[in-house]
């Protein structure tokens, strides 16, 4: 197979990881036999830097001729104490979902059970999740119309969803449970928001096109706090973009790290594979960071976009090989993990090669 992979490290850890990625897919074009081609793009504060745009417009012409993109992360900390800069690496984030057709976010919280311990959360809750979020990305609150108004001492932003944009990430839900147990919890906040009445009411209509999947509602503080109670309940959870920013973070406890957890964004053309951790400029340079999510990342990219399921299956596999012999990055690791088999970035990702 001849695929050509867009790889845009963009800000922080991102540039660390990404690296630690695309060595993975070159090791599988080599033992499997296909033919990988690169290029780079820049986004974010580096590319701010470069060009004076979060998202060049090279970088997205780029973006269309590519058959995949291996994503790192956007960020930095001078951004972080400035709400008036009007140039944010951010936006290169939100343009490249706009401009690409982005509006599905996957989520898989997949626990390896060599890190219960890892967890905030007991082993005995924990031990069996297995959850798949599908986050609506390209409407709500990050793309309706906001302003400051009365002077700047008054501001809005406006949570905005079309029935059609609700109908196609229910959809892709849909068709995920019905791969899986049959099981899809729709998380709104119905009883307060008109938006999320319109969520609720699309979902049931599509609903009716899929009889074998039993369907659930939950409000979104009470999904918040069953996610914790007993995270074995949910198995394909779909909702809206704010929503689904904030309860997969939360369940990033659940597989133990942020550092842990894969994403991939996909819409009718090239998709968006990345860690759903962001620069973490607090530790960059460091070569401390956890490379299993870009990795795991590009085992969905491999899935996903190139339907190599076997090729991916090994790359989860490596992970797992990795953490059953015991080794850990640092925000992995627990109070009774040796010294030694506490690893860097680069060590880790040499860990992951050798398996494959």
């Known amino acids: 197979m001849k695929k050509h992979i867009l790889v845009v ?4 850890i991102g540039q660390e990881v990404t690296t630690v990625g695309k060595k993975v897919l070159e090791k599988i074009a080599e033992k499997f036999g296909h033919e990988f081609t690169y290029d780079e793009g820049l986004i974010g504060h580096v590319a701010i830097e470069a060009t004076g745009e979060p ?3 090279e970088t997205l012409v780029k973006m269309r001729a590519s058959d995949a993109i ?3 992360a956007v960020g930095h900390a001078k951004y972080d104490n400035d709400p008036h800069a009007k140039v944010r690496p951010e936006q ?3 343009k490249m979902r706009k401009e690409l057709g982005l509006y599905a976010n996957l989520r898989p919280i997949k626990l390896f059970d060599e890190l219960l311990e890892a967890s905030s959360i007991k082993p005995e809750i924990l031990k069996g999740a297995d959850i798949l ?3 609506e990305l390209t409407g709500d609150v990050y793309f309706g119309k906001r302003e400051r108004i009365e002077e700047g001492n008054t501001a809005y932003d406006t949570m905005i969803y079309s029935k059609y944009e609700v109908e196609r990430i229910a959809r892709k839900a849909f068709d995920a449970a019905m791969t899986r147990g049959k099981k899809l919890m729709s998380v709104d906040k119905a009883n307060v928001l008109e938006s999320s009445r319109l969520w609720r009411e699309t979902v049931l209509e599509v609903a009716k096109d899929y009889p074998e999947v039993e369907l659930e509602h939950q409000f979104v503080d009470a999904a918040a706090m069953l996610l914790i109670k007993d995270p074995k309940k949910f198995d394909v959870v779909v909702t809206g ?3 689904g920013d904030i309860l997969t973070d939360e369940a990033s406890q659940i597989a133990g790290s942020m550092g842990m957890l894969a994403s991939a964004s996909v819409g009718d ?3 968006v594979y990345e860690p759903i951790h962001g620069s973490a400029h607090d530790i960059t340079g460091k070569g401390i960071a956890n490379p299993l ?7 969905l990219l491999l899935d996903i976009s190139f339907g190599l399921k076997a090729e991916s299956e090994a790359v989860i596999n490596a992970v797992d090989q990795v953490l059953k012999a015991g080794y850990r990055t640092g925000d992995i690791a627990t109070k009774d993990t040796p010294k030694d088999m506490i690893l860097g970035t680069v060590a880790m990702g040499e860990q992951i090669l050798s398996r494959l």
Do not use: Q
């Open 9 to 12: 490290p963009g800000d922080g």
């Open 55 to 57: 998202l060049p417009e």
């Open 70 to 72: 291996l994503f790192g």
């Open 92 to 94: 290169g984030l939100l």
């Open 133 to 135: 979020f599908f986050r």
């Open 241 to 243: 973009n704010l929503f």
């Open 269 to 271: 053309s090239t998709g």
């Open 293 to 299: 999510a870009s990795v795991l990342s590009a085992a």
